[in-house]
C-alpha cells in the first residue's frame, strides 16, 4: 500500500470486525510515517489520524535502528520530546492547535542553538555547550508547534561539504 493509500484509509475510519485488524491498520498508518511530508504528518496529526507521541516514538525507534553506522543524529532529548509531544496531543484534544507543524517531530542541525540542547557545530570547544535560549530558526519551527527531538552532524562550523568533525566523527552515506 502506498503511503497515501495507508494515510487515506486510516483517514476513512473504517472499523474492522475485530480489535487484531484496527491494530493492523495503525501499524500500517505508523510504518508509513517515514515517508510524507512534515506538511502531511501535521494534517494527519491534526485529524488524528496518529498521535505527536506516536509518530515520535516511531521516529525515535528508526533513529536506534538505523542510524548506527551512519552517525546522522548526534544528539537526541528523547524525555523533553515526549513530553512535549504528550502536551501537543493533550493540547489537540482540547481544540487547540499551536501552528502548522502543531505535533511534528524533527531534528535540526547541531549549528543551531536549541535551548536545554548540547549545541556543538561540531567544535571541540564547544562539545559541553548548552545554549539557553534557541536560535531564531528553531524559535520560529517551535512557535509553528514542531517538536525538536534531535541535533544531526554537521562539518566543523558548517564549513565543508563531508559531515565530519572532531566531537562526533563522520557521517556516512547509507547508500
Not at 491494530?23 to 500500517?28: I, L, M
Not at 509531544?85 to 505535533?103: K, M, S
Not at 570547544?125 to 514542531?146: C, K, N, S, Y
Request: proline residues 5%; without cysteine.
Amino acid at each position: 500500500m502506498s503511503p497515501t493509500g495507508a494515510w487515506q484509509y486510516a483517514r476513512a475510519g473504517r472499523k474492522e470486525e475485530t480489535n487484531h485488524h484496527i491494530v493492523e491498520r495503525k501499524e500500517s498508518v505508523v510504518s508509513e510515517l517515514a515517508y510524507v511530508t512534515a506538511i502531511e504528518l501535521a494534517q494527519k496529526i491534526r485529524q488524528r489520524a496518529v498521535s505527536s507521541r506516536e509518530v515520535l516514538d516511531h521516529l525515535l525507534e528508526r533513529v536506534a535502528k538505523l542510524d548506527k553506522g551512519i552517525n546522522s543524529v548526534v544528539t537526541i532529548a528523547a524525555e523533553r520530546a515526549r513530553a512535549d509531544a504528550d502536551a501537543a496531543d493533550a493540547a489537540l484534544a482540547r481544540g487547540e492547535v499551536r501552528g502548522p507543524l502543531h505535533g511534528v517531530p524533527m531534528t535540526v542541525k547541531d549549528s543551531f542553538q536549541t535551548a536545554g540542547m548540547r549545541t556543538t557545530s561540531g567544535a571541540p570547544e564547544l562539545a559541553d555547550f548548552v545554549p539557553h535560549e534557541d536560535a531564531w530558526p528553531v524559535a520560529r519551527l517551535r512557535a509553528a508547534g514542531a517538536i525538536i527531538f534531535g541535533k544531526t552532524n554537521l562539518p566543523i562550523y558548517a564549513g565543508d561539504l563531508q559531515s565530519y568533525n572532531k566531537v562526533f566523527g563522520t557521517t556516512n552515506n547509507p547508500y
